[in-house]
């Protein structure tokens, strides 16, 4: 099987980028496994009842006691398993990938809200991103950063970066024309608009940008598991390659979980505005002034 | 008839001229200090791909639509110039469509004019660089909008001194500010709130403290209580007018509601297919409409607080007696009944009016001075006496009623069958 001329670009391109920057990607390869390394061994040192304390407190905080419950089994489960220090490993590769998504994503997102001509060109862009088959990745990231871990990250930030560029423009795009206008009319520069109406206002659309990017990222880990990523994937591999349905269905079942975790915390941060709305009327003042009729 | 435009002073009553019961509340600040503060000249705003061909057409006399037709430009405002005064409310008023909300964003170029001036103190806001135009937005100019357009995600109190954050004020001294716009507009104790959790009335209360805290030097507001229920509306219009007794400010007013514009309108300009067809004080546009657009507007709306004495009254010619007051009766009762007329005015040699007599009253009080002859409750009122105030006195007595100007002299009188006949009219309406 043998690929056809654009098979043959998309294959010298990559070639051409390891040939001519090969000390590039191996400085930012090991500056990027560094980096990932060290959010791994961090958390793998919090022992796992503290970090059971702490993710239960957390979730006790953002949505309530069930869920709160909820943390506390999934995480006993994941233990029970054995697959705590592979539930480790694969967090610590999402929050990276979503670390550098964002840092990526958002500025992109921004730009693109300002600039109808850059959104047009990155839409095309992230549709092609969103829709070529995850494992299409892992080829040049192999190619280009070898195996282990730094693919796996750079794979999954291509993947999953897409929701939060879109989100990002999307939320900047609606904030309701007047209050831009009650902005400018107050003498705001382009950076007080940008910062002290678009982005607070966009903020629950941005939020469920990460949202949607943190699980992207969580689905594309479990597959970069195949150039050597760890963590929960590596277990569901295993189970594929033995077929083995037991060791499948609880490295999956550990997927699952922590998606659920993840998802449900993030989202919380996006209903925020509501949240602070709801404390801020139990301090409601009684009207003392006379004057207030409305 | 013709309308009389010459008006005595607002506010100077004659004593025993009696007062309507609302124009105490309805009375507004005119004592205008008279320097044009904002001057507009030839502004005007035309949206679409070929403006310049679009200004030949306005040239040769073209109307909107066939512009629209022949270039796909929207002439939105068309050569509009006006004046405003300082510490006046400038109403201006037009149906949805016919350019107002645009002229108001011209004025601090939300919408950038294609041509034209925009004079603040001054200085041509038109071809300013972005940063004058930054400066001028933040410390001249300030505007409220329909909708309030609040920031949700802050505070009331965050809201209103926002202008004064944009402008790079400390927080303490911003705070210290806007605490005082906000009680200014009777919200002292919602200073924690979120915009959200306010109603509608009080968030057009924020709205306009936002925009007093920067003390601009001219107050844009944008239709800004046609999106309140008609009862918070009125309330807000007294808090306005209210809050301009206090601290005059020079406001210019977008509304499409008649009865705000004069209420609330020193003068009013009235908009029609972006061009400003008339520009005056209510009682002038009442009385003489540029034509059957503006009249139309007031068609159905209760404007007898507008129609004054002075347009109404005929002047006195038989039945005026001329004399001393002390002077007896008897000397002037044939003379009255020579005239023909049912009642005799008084005057003394300044022309001062004094008081109504009939052949009746003369009669009776013979050799007694004249001033003992005078007929109870025919109490002069003042040219600019609305129809209110001549009705009422109309009511008390069965005689023409005598109408006086400042100087106490008789201008002339207005007979009740005028005033009748005028309420009646304003009833049809």
């Known amino acids: ?294 | 008839m013709t309308p009389n435009l010459t008006f005595a002073p607002e506010g100077v009553l004659h004593p025993g001229a009696l007062q309507a019961e609302d124009v105490s509340a309805m009375a507004k600040p005119i004592a205008v200090s008279g320097t044009d503060i904002l001057k507009v000249r030839n502004l005007s705003k035309i949206f679409g791909p070929k403006p310049e061909r679009a200004v030949e057409l306005i040239k040769q006399g073209l109307g909107r639509n066939e512009i629209f037709e022949q270039t796909g430009n929207m002439v939105a405002v068309n050569d509009v110039s006006l004046s405003v005064k300082a510490g006046e409310i400038f109403v201006v008023m037009g149906l949805s469509g016919s350019g107002k909300s645009t002229l108001v964003r011209l004025l601090n170029r939300l919408i950038e004019p294609t041509s034209g001036q925009v004079i603040l103190e001054d200085r041509d806001i038109a071809p300013m660089s972005t940063l004058e135009l930054r400066e001028v937005r933040r410390k001249k100019m300030a505007m409220v909008f329909q909708s309030f357009a609040l920031l949700p995600n802050r505070t009331v109190l965050d809201n209103i001194a926002y202008g004064l954050e944009v402008a790079g004020l400390k927080k303490a001294d911003r705070y210290a500010v806007a605490r005082s716009a906000l009680t200014r507009v009777g919200l002292g104790s919602y200073e924690k709130l979120l915009p959200g959790e306010l109603s509608g009335g009080m968030q057009q209360r924020v709205g306009l403290a936002r925009a007093l805290a920067v003390n601009p030097s001219v107050l844009l507001m944008d239709e800004a209580f046609s999106a309140l229920d008609p009862l918070i509306r009125f309330e807000m219009q007294n808090e306005l007018l209210r809050l301009q007794k206090e601290e005059q400010r020079t406001i210019v007013f977008i509304s499409h509601d008649i009865e705000e514009a004069i209420k609330i309108g020193g003068r009013i300009g009235i908009m029609k297919d972006g061009c400003l067809i008339q520009v005056g004080t209510p009682a002038e546009l009442i009385q003489s409409p540029a034509d059957a657009y503006v009249r139309d507007f007031f068609r159905n709306v209760d404007v007898s607080r507008f129609l004054k004495a002075s347009s109404l009254m005929t002047t006195v010619e038989r039945g005026l007696i001329s004399c001393d007051i002390g002077a007896p009766c008897e000397r002037y009762l044939n003379q009255l009944i020579d005239s023909g007329v049912e009642c005799g005015y008084v005057c003394d040699e300044a022309g001062r009016y004094q008081g109504c007599v009939t052949p009746a009253s003369l009669h009776k009080s013979g050799t007694h001075p004249i001033r003992e002859a005078f007929v109870r409750d025919v109490n002069a009122v003042p040219l600019d006496a609305d129809l209110h105030q001549l009705a009422t006195i109309a009511l008390s007595q069965e005689h023409d009623v005598p109408v006086t100007d400042t100087m106490g002299k008789l201008a002339g009188v207005v007979s009740c069958r005028t005033i009748l006949k005028q309420v009646m009219e304003r009833r049809a309406a």
């Open chain 1, 1 to 294: 099987m043998n690929s056809s001329v654009i098979g043959k670009f998309a294959e010298n391109a990559v070639n051409f980028l390891f040939q001519h920057f090969r000390g590039g990607f191996d400085a930012f390869s090991a500056a990027l496994g560094a980096v990932v390394k060290l959010l791994e061994d961090g958390l793998a040192a919090v022992p796992f009842v503290a970090m059971l304390v702490i993710l239960v407190a957390f979730a006790l905080w953002r949505r309530g006691v069930v869920f709160a419950v909820f943390v506390g089994a999934a995480l006993m489960v994941i233990h029970y398993m054995g697959l705590w220090a592979q539930t480790v490993s694969t967090l610590a590769l999402v929050i990276a990938a979503t670390f550098f998504s964002l840092v990526i994503g958002v500025p992109l997102g921004i730009w693109g809200a300002r600039n109808k001509r850059v959104e047009v060109i990155l839409r095309s862009l992230l549709d092609f991103m969103q829709t070529m088959p995850a494992f299409v990745y892992l080829i040049p990231a192999v190619i280009l950063f070898g195996l282990g871990r730094v693919p796996a990250v750079i794979a999954t930030i291509v993947f999953s970066m897409p929701p939060v560029v879109r989100l990002t423009t999307l939320g900047i795009r609606q904030v309701r024309e007047e209050l831009l206008e009650a902005g400018r009319s107050f003498g705001n520069t382009d950076s007080q608009l940008l910062w002290k109406i678009q982005l607070p206002n966009a903020l629950p659309s941005i939020m469920a940008g990460v949202n949607q990017t943190i699980m992207m990222a969580l689905s594309m880990v479990v597959v970069a598991s195949m150039i050597g990523a760890g963590g929960l994937g590596e277990y569901v591999l295993s189970g594929i390659q033995r077929l083995d349905i037991g060791i499948g269905f609880e490295g999956g079942l550990g997927v699952v979980l922590l998606a659920i975790v993840l998802d449900r915390l993030t989202e919380s941060f996006g209903l925020k505005a509501k949240k602070s709305k709801r404390t801020v009327r139990t301090v409601k003042p009684a009207a003392t002034s006379t004057a207030v009729r409305t």
